[in-house]
């Protein structure tokens, strides 16, 4: 059944939905692209884990694992016990367990250590880029040979170990694959491979179909696209404001999965924060861009505030072009210069905003030229002049119709009196009188 409303109306809805639409897909952007830069970026991985070591619950955390691991896999009162005199060797658990304090408490000062930390980055990274590798296809052999990929700890575990005097037997005594996290595993390997070019696929269909809808809604709003840039900054704050709160929400879940133990609850709470800080920095860029889109749709729109704007604006968009793109482009320089885009959707995204901005700028400098094709330097100010004159002199007559009314006769005199002393404590509430004011014409009303 064909729609009855008026072609109008539904152009209106159309433009409608599709920023609505608009908005929706750059809410799924921000979590396409944290996905796509947290996991396979490896510069961003790199950077993630080494804040994650930098954290000292974390770190702490980390080092009673390694410790762990140790006194698991190395009968260190057994050790002990060899080493000590005949008559100490009784006491040699009690020495380990000790030992173990003293172990836990080196490992944990260790990792704090630069050296440690760029260990634990090099190791990181090498293992990134191999999973990287075998999610992208690029790296057939490690796929087919190993089947997985693993982040080896046992470096650390060797480091603790020559701390408190066991590197040798230690290393003698460890198995190869000590302390060694899975990072994928062979019979998902296919799964994940899917998973990777869909991430990737969505991230770029997000932000630029997002981009593309509101283009098109743009294009059919000739007249008012103001109303659309409005909307779709609206939508982008929204978006935002939305990707941060489902971030707050989400941390409670995942530390309840990831801790097991109330000890470990502090170090998965870090844990998240740190993991999402990129998260959060994408969702607060999205806000900033949709406040510029309203600060855009502002300089667009037919408020009396942006119609002095565009007046004062008027002789310079309008006479010197030449300066007003000079500006614009060391803006946009200097934003890519503090801001640089990781990656080639951020530089494609990057230029696609510029280009935006830019097509934005053109339309505001045609339109001030069209409504003040004859305006000049200062004429914005003695406008601005004329209105507060006009402005005080209304004012001015709004407080003499009202003092007139304190000169009414027609009823009795103390009526009449009580009245007008009222009225007048009214007129100093609303600040037309001053205290000296009210005081004189109090004192000359109660005088009669």
Known sequence: MASTDPPETQHRITIRVLVVLASILAFLAIFTSWVDRQALDTDQWVDTSGKLLEDKQISDALATYAVDQLYADVDVAAILKKRLPEGLQPISSP???????????????????????????????????????????????????????????????????????????????????????????????????????????LAWVFTFGSLALFGVAAYLAKGRRWVVVLGYGLGLIAAGLAA?????????????????????????????????????????????????????????SPARQAVTIRRALAPTLRERPGIVWSVFGAAALLALILWPPAGTR??????????????????????TAREFPGAEPGDWILEMRQRARRASAKAGRRIGSAMRELTDDDKHPDDAKLDRLERLGELKEKGMLTATEFREEKKRILSG
Do not use: C
């Not at 440690?116 to 690029?138: C, P, S, T």
């Open 95 to 201: 020495v380990a367990a000790g030992i173990r304090q003293f172990a836990t408490r080196a490992g944990q000062q260790a990792l704090q250590s630069p050296r440690v930390q760029n260990a634990w980055k090099d190791a990181n990274r090498v293992a990134h880029r191999e999973l990287v590798a075998i999610l992208k296809g690029n790296n057939e052999a490690v796929s087919t040979q190993n089947g997985k990929v693993v982040l080896n700890l046992r470096p650390l575990v060797l480091q603790l170990a020559d701390r408190i005097g066991l590197k040798s037997q230690a290393n003698d005594r460890l198995p190869p694959d000590v302390a060694s996290l899975e990072v994928a595993d062979a019979k998902q390997l296919h799964n994940a491979r899917t998973l990777t070019r869909l991430v990737e696929g």
């Open 346 to 367: 951020q530089i494609l995204l990057s230029l696609v905003l510029i280009a935006l901005a830019g097509f934005g700028l053109e339309a505001l400098r045609r339109k």
């Open 244 to 300: 941060i709160a489902v971030r707050s929400a989400a941390k409670g879940l995942v530390v309840d999965t990831l801790a097991k133990t109330e000890g470990a609850r502090v170090p998965a709470q870090h844990a998240w924060d740190i993991a999402t800080e990129l998260l959060n920095s994408i969702a607060s860029s999205v806000i900033v861009f949709g406040v510029l889109f309203v600060v855009a749709s502002f300089l667009d």
